[in-house]
T-cell receptor, first 116, second 119 residues
Framework: AQKITQTQPGMFVQEKEAVTLDCTYD???????LFWYKQPSSGEMIFLIY??????QNATEGRYSLNFQKARKSANLVISASQLGDSAMYFC?????????????FGTGTRLTIIP | GAVVSQHPSRVICKSGTSVKIECRSL??????MFWYRQFPKQSLMLMAT?????????EQGVEKDKFLINHASLTLSTLTVTSAHPEDSSFYIC???????????????FGEGSRLTVL
């Protein structure tokens, strides 16, 4: 079974609009971490935001926020006021257990294209 | 944030040759580094965990003799693709965690990646 599922292979969004990228996950662990990374065409992976399984508040980092719904096992990324530079691949990832396990499992990604 | 650098960023080689890719943590010491492989338009797949001073831990299905990993110092891990073939052509990307800043989030910092093309 897929541990991380991103159901949107591609999205087109008008500049300045908000966009939500979906991510659902599957784990039996109580302790886990959820990440979003951005990968521009150049290839590097850029960390955007993190949510811990025990965090009660949704994580926010500037224009990025993570809509964490633990019971539904979803961790959607919300980008407010999208910009042309937001066009990239976006990957959701999960790390199961906090200590002694630093491996990330990635989803298949969503290609976001911002339209001027 | 912490900086992880990979070299080379692009390499083209002939089938049968070996290629070495370096991954360096520039401003922190990394006892553990991770090597990922990414096929075009696909996700990142963990290949192996590189441990300083000990053997790497390979994921299931990854050939140890094909992908040699050496982590000789706290700032350098190398991936050598031995006897490369066209099917080894891929984007290889390394990552490491900066223990000074990401102890809670466990955020991994990634290198720029290395695109290998085997002719």
């Amino acid at each position: 079974a897929q541990k991380i599922t991103q159901t949107q292979p591609g999205m087109f969004v008008q500049e300045k609009e908000a966009v939500t990228l979906d991510c659902t996950y599957d784990t039996s662990d109580q302790s886990y971490g959820l990440f979003w990374y951005k990968q521009p065409s150049s290839g590097e992976m850029i960390f955007l935001i993190y949510q811990g399984s025990y965090d009660e508040q949704n994580a926010t980092e500037g224009r990025y926020s993570l809509n964490f719904q633990k019971a539904r096992k979803s961790a959607n990324l919300v980008i407010s006021a999208s910009q042309l530079g937001d066009s990239a691949m976006y990957f959701c990832a999960m790390r199961e257990s906090f200590f002694g396990n630093e491996k990330l499992t990635f989803g298949t990604g969503t290609r976001l294209t911002i339209i001027p | 944030g912490a900086v992880v650098s990979q070299h080379p960023s692009r390499v083209i080689c002939k089938s049968g040759t070996s290629v070495k890719i370096e991954c360096r943590s520039l401003d922190f010491q990394a006892t553990t580094m991770f090597w990922y492989r990414q096929f075009p338009k696909q996700s990142l797949m963990l290949m192996a965990t590189s441990n300083e001073g000990s053997k790497a831990t390979y994921e299931q299905g990854v050939e140890k003799d094909k992908f040699l990993i050496n982590h000789a110092s706290l700032t350098l891990s190398t991936l050598t693709v031995t006897s490369a073939h066209p099917e080894d052509s891929s984007f290889y990307i390394c990552s490491a965690r900066d223990p000074r800043t990401s102890g809670y989030t466990g955020e991994l910092f990634f290198g720029e990646g290395s695109r290998l093309t085997v002719l």
